[in-house]
């Protein structure tokens, strides 16, 4: 069974950077699509990010795109949500996910297409 674990989360100013990881173990991480979803207090879990299995194809939420990117490492089994420029409004619980399809180019949007999540980490843009 795969297990996710997230790091790099933390409190950063506005216009800072930050690096998330998620390390896999178990499972064939590396023939599956993977996601980055966050979610603020008091809102729904929203899709931010995905990466295809051999890193060929990604996909932003529109809020994200130019500042965000997203890649992985397959030797490592682990995926990367690069995030720069950060805003205020990026403040929010950030988990990565798995989708258990194999050698899939689809990324799925909806958290209900994942079959793996791990703990998440807290991500917190002051102004």
């Known amino acids: 069974q795969v297990q996710l674990v997230e790091s790099g989360g933390g409190l950063v100013q506005a216009g800072g950077s930050l690096r998330l990881s998620c390390a896999a173990s178990?499972?064939?991480?590396?023939?599956?699509?993977m996601g980055w979803f966050r979610q603020a207090p008091g809102k729904e879990r929203e899709f931010v990010a995905g990466?295809?299995?051999?890193?060929?194809?990604?996909k932003y939420v529109d809020s994200v795109k130019g500042r965000f990117t997203i890649s992985r490492d397959n030797d490592k089994n682990t995926a990367y949500l690069q995030m720069n420029s950060l805003k205020p409004e990026d403040t929010a619980v950030y988990y990565c996910?798995?989708?258990?399809?194999?050698?899939?180019?689809?990324?799925?949007?909806?958290?209900?297409?994942?079959?793996?999540w791990g703990q998440g980490t807290q991500v917190t843009v002051s102004a």
């Open positions: 990466v295809s299995w051999n890193g060929g194809v990604t």
């Open positions: 996910a798995v989708n258990k399809k194999l050698w899939s180019n689809l990324i799925p949007l909806r958290d209900v297409e994942y079959d793996y």
């Open positions: 178990g499972g064939t991480f590396s023939w599956c699509n």
